[in-house]
């Protein structure tokens, strides 16, 4: 089994490349946007929806078959087309680039893996299953979201960071370990038998 180590990347102006068509590539294109990543697409017959998509945002749309040359230059790239042979040749060149790549249901293709995330505000929790079961990833993430906005943690984490802002640096530990001693999470996990 793939063991993963997980980090965030900071992909703040740096070029990202989606390849693929339709709805999950829009979906992974928009998260690289609000990460603030300078995003291009490639896409070989793009849809209306991916067409209107990139005149939105002003991205570029390269629209062919990807191929390993589209990650020159690439921080980071996802391809989000159910193709096993397409998968492989681009993550075989994606390792010769050194670029993280994800192929979405092709881990095997793949050297980095997306983790479902719950944010609110400051605040990031990612679930990671090992890209072997990414529907559950994405559900426990749902009930997090739930949960977190049920709290307020976004107003919470917010007053927490300008608290820290005033609190000199060598009393921060005290001060915010204090205040943050009461925060629990009450509840139980049900899953289905």
């Not at 946007?33 to 291009?40: P, T």
């Not at 020159?72 to 998968?87: I, K, M, N, T, Y």
């Not at 492989?88 to 980095?112: I, K």
């Not at 640096?169 to 999470?185: T, Y």
């Amino acid at each position: 089994m793939t063991r993963y180590f997980p980090l965030a990347l900071e992909v703040d102006g740096r070029p990202c490349v989606v390849l693929g068509n339709g709805a999950e590539a829009i979906r992974r294109a928009s998260a690289l946007l609000e990460a603030g990543a300078i995003v291009s697409l490639v896409a070989e017959n793009p849809s209306a929806e991916l067409r209107e998509f990139v005149a939105q945002h002003g991205l570029a749309l390269a629209e062919r078959r990807p191929r390993g040359s589209d990650l020159d230059g690439c921080w980071l790239a996802v391809f989000s087309e159910r193709d096993p042979a397409l998968a492989a040749e681009l993550g075989a060149a994606a390792n010769e680039r050194r670029v993280w790549f994800c192929a979405v249901d092709e881990p095997r293709a793949s050297n980095y893996a997306h983790m479902a995330q719950a944010r609110a505000g400051l605040v990031t929790v990612s679930v990671s299953t090992s890209g072997k079961a990414p529907a559950l990833g994405r559900r426990l993430s749902e009930e997090l979201r739930r949960v977190f906005d049920a709290a307020g943690l976004a107003a919470f984490a917010q007053k927490l960071a300008e608290l820290r802002e005033r609190t000199p640096s060598a009393e921060r530990g005290r001060v915010l370990g204090e205040a943050v001693a009461d925060v629990e999470l009450e509840g139980r996990l049900r899953l289905p038998e």
